[in-house]
């Protein structure tokens, strides 16, 4: 079992920063493959980003690439994601997500065994 706490979100104006957390409980997280999605009012969930349970290897949908950053600190049971530049569009619930896998490519809802409760990013034009 793992239970997974996001946090970071907030309001913020188009251009600015946000640095999301996900804090992991369970010996075993380093051992999990580790997602953001994102789900906007009205729409689906969305990937936005995964790394495997190494760091090694991290995938992004386009929308996010060169803005977004996911990373993982083993050490620590966290796995964060930068985002920059953000835009309004970019405004959804975002979750954090982890699976037992070796494969980086976890891009489905259902790929993922384990959710948080979201946490809301706002930004505004």
């Known amino acids: 079992q793992v239970q997974l706490v996001e946090s970071g979100g907030g309001l913020v104006q188009a251009g600015d920063s946000l640095r999301l957390s996900c804090a992991a409980s369970g010996r075993t997280f380093s051992s999990y493959a580790m997602g953001w999605l994102r789900q906007a009012p009205g729409k689906e969930r969305e990937f936005v980003a995964a790394i495997s349970w190494s760091g090694g290897s991290t995938l992004y949908a386009d929308f996010v690439k060169g803005r977004f950053t996911i990373s993982r600190d083993n050490a620590k049971n966290t796995v964060y994601l930068q985002m920059n530049s953000l835009k309004p569009e970019d405004t959804a619930v975002y979750y954090c997500?982890?699976?037992?896998?070796?494969?980086?490519?976890?891009?489905?809802?259902?790929?993922?065994?384990?959710w948080g409760q979201g946490t809301q990013v706002t930004v505004s034009s």
């Open positions: 997500a982890a699976v037992l896998t070796a494969t980086i490519y976890v891009v489905g809802i259902d790929d993922y065994d384990y």
